[in-house]
Each structure stands twice: as structure tokens, then as C-alpha cells.
């Protein structure tokens, strides 16, 4: 079935720092790919989205590019806030269905 | 334009209660959408609804869960004899079309965090 896989641990960084969140898929045709952002006690809400290969989503200073080639869908941005400390979530919808699967999701800290 | 809602934010039962949870969709949205956020996981798909149909339930326990979107009034998802291990924050989304295949945006609620002791 259709599958997303982030990279392990939580992400705590300086800052202005660059940020790399790594995120492949795994899905049948061509999926929808999604990053969600979750702030603590809170819901998710959609920070960019991409519906087709090479597509690249942006808001906020975030972008993921869409790589059918790598089966992949990486977030960054350039300067990071404190601000911008939640918990990030890649997530895929198929072509043949509604649901949304997610990975498990990176923690990211940023210290002043 | 109000967002998902959800009620209660927090709910504790008792092993063997029922518990009733409640999403009301954003203003035009007839699709709702429920995931489970077991502890250090991710969100894991449950139950895709239309007015008064059920769409997809392939992420739905086959014992005690239960959903519904009435014509009238909120999705309620209803989980009888709750044990322990069904302490987890359940979220509602909602869209207003369905059309997941053309990467339709679904807009989550603020979730509830069910605590079974």
C-alpha cells in the first residue's frame, strides 16, 4: 500500500539555520504530497502541498519539490525561526483514494 | 469562516465506557475524514464519510468503533468499551469535494485527546 517514510529523530537546530527534512513515498500512479505542520496541543494544518512531478510548493520559506525520479518530497528553508518549532508531517493522498497517509514525523527545535 | 471543529478537546473514560466524539465540518465541506495519533506516531486513516455514507472504512478497528455524518448535525465517532490502548488523539478532517486524486486540501480540526484509565 501506499507509504511514507521520514527520516528518524527529532530535528533541533540553531537559529537562522538551514533546514532539511527528508520525506520518500512509496504509492501507487502518481500521488498528491503534503507537509503538515502541528503546533503542540494543536490540529495539523497544511503548510504546502505539490500534485504533480516537479511541482514545487512553497509558504512561509518552506519548498518541497516534488521528484517522481526519487520518489521524494524533502522540505527546507533557509533561515529558520523559533517560531517555527512543531512537529512537521509528510503525507501523500492516491490516486485512487481519499485518505491521506502520513509518516511518523519529525520534532523540530530551534533554540534562540 | 469557522474551521473543523471538534468536541470535547480532552475526554477520560473508564475501561469498558463509551465514548462519543464530535466534528463539525468547515462551512460547505460534505467529506469528513477521521485519523487516529497514537503516542510517538503518526496519523493513521480511519474512516472517510459522506452525508449519511460511510466511503471507505479499511482504518477502522472491525470491533466497538463506529462513525456516522448524519444529513443533519456533526460526525460522531463512537468507540464502545474503550480500553487503555485506545487513549490517543483523534482527528476529524473535512474537504469539500473529495477529490483526493486532484490533491485536494483537507483541513484538520484541533483534535480530541481521549484518555482511557
Known amino acids: 500500500g501506499d507509504s511514507v517514510t521520514q527520516m528518524e529523530g527529532p530535528v533541533t537546530l540553531s537559529e537562522e539555520a538551514f533546514l532539511t527534512i527528508n520525506c520518500t513515498y512509496t504509492a501507487t500512479g502518481y500521488p498528491s504530497l503534503f507537509w503538515y505542520v502541528q503546533y503542540p496541543g494543536e490540529g495539523l494544518q497544511l503548510l504546502l502541498k505539490a500534485t504533480k512531478a516537479d511541482d514545487k510548493g512553497s509558504n512561509k520559506g518552506f519548498e518541497a519539490t516534488y521528484r517522481k525520479e526519487t520518489t521524494s518530497f524533502h522540505l527546507e528553508k533557509g533561515s529558520v525561526q523559533v517560531s517555527d518549532s512543531a512537529v512537521y508531517f509528510c503525507?501523500?493522498?492516491?490516486?485512487?483514494?481519499?485518505?491521506?497517509?502520513f509518516g511518523k514525523g519529525n520534532q523540530v527545535v530551534v533554540i534562540p | 469562516n469557522a474551521g473543523v471543529m471538534q468536541n470535547p478537546r480532552h475526554l477520560v473514560r473508564r475501561r469498558g465506557q463509551e465514548a462519543r466524539l464530535r466534528c463539525s465540518p468547515m462551512k460547505g465541506h460534505s467529506h469528513v475524514y477521521w485519523y487516529r495519533q497514537l503516542p510517538e506516531e503518526g496519523l493513521k486513516f480511519m474512516v472517510y464519510?459522506?452525508?449519511?455514507?460511510?466511503?471507505?472504512e479499511s482504518g477502522m478497528p472491525k470491533e466497538r468503533f463506529s462513525a456516522e455524518f448524519p444529513k443533519e448535525g456533526p460526525s460522531i465517532l463512537r468507540i464502545q468499551q474503550v480500553v487503555r490502548g485506545d487513549s490517543a488523539a483523534y482527528f476529524c478532517?473535512?474537504?469539500?469535494?473529495?477529490?483526493?486524486?486532484?490533491?485536494?486540501?483537507?483541513?484538520f480540526g484541533p483534535g480530541t485527546r481521549l484518555l482511557v484509565l
Open positions: 478532517a473535512s474537504s469539500p469535494s473529495g477529490t483526493g486524486s486532484f490533491g485536494e486540501t483537507q483541513y
Open positions: 464519510l459522506q452525508k449519511e455514507n460511510i466511503i471507505d
Open positions: 503525507a501523500l493522498s492516491g490516486p485512487r483514494n481519499n485518505r491521506l497517509a
